[in-house]
Structure formats: structure tokens, C-alpha cells
């Protein structure tokens, strides 16, 4: 897949950290599933840029929101 590609070890680093890790590693499959999906609807081309944009959108707020999760799982306040 061109473009985003996230790491097995950047990946594996990130989860141990973690206590909730099959959710974090969840949300990696589908943030890569964002991206590849994206990728998709630009190299077929039958996508209309309303369509793409729709779906950026989406893929920006996914990564808010996963940003906020890692955040929360990160904070010395909720690991003790």
C-alpha cells in the first residue's frame, strides 16, 4: 500500500504501554483500513471528490479520537 504505513514494531511498542490492548491494536486495523480505503477510492477513480472528501474527514476524526484513547491510556493518572 503506498502512502501511511504504520510499523509492526512501532505498533507493538505503542500497545504494550497499554492495558486495554486488543482495543488500541482494533483501532490500528482500522485506521489502516481508512487509509487503504482512501488510497482505493482515488486509483479506481470513480470516486467523486465530495465522496473523498467525506471520507477524509471521517479518517481525521477517527484519528482525533484515537489520539484521545492513547492519550487516556497513556496518562500516569489511569496506569497508577
Not at 489502516?32 to 486509483?43: A, C, E, G, I, T
Not at 471521517?58 to 492519550?71: A, N, P, V
Amino acid at each position: 500500500m503506498r502512502g501511511l504505513y504504520i510499523g509492526e514494531i512501532l505498533k507493538n511498542k505503542i500497545i504494550m504501554a497499554f492495558r486495554n490492548k486488543e482495543l488500541v491494536d482494533k483501532r490500528f486495523v482500522q485506521l489502516k483500513s481508512k487509509v487503504k480505503n482512501l488510497d482505493l477510492m482515488v486509483s479506481r477513480g470513480k470516486s467523486t471528490a465530495q465522496d473523498f472528501r467525506a471520507e477524509l474527514k471521517s479518517t481525521y476524526e477517527f484519528i482525533e479520537e484515537f489520539e484521545s484513547l492513547i492519550e487516556r491510556e497513556a496518562s500516569p493518572l489511569r496506569n497508577g
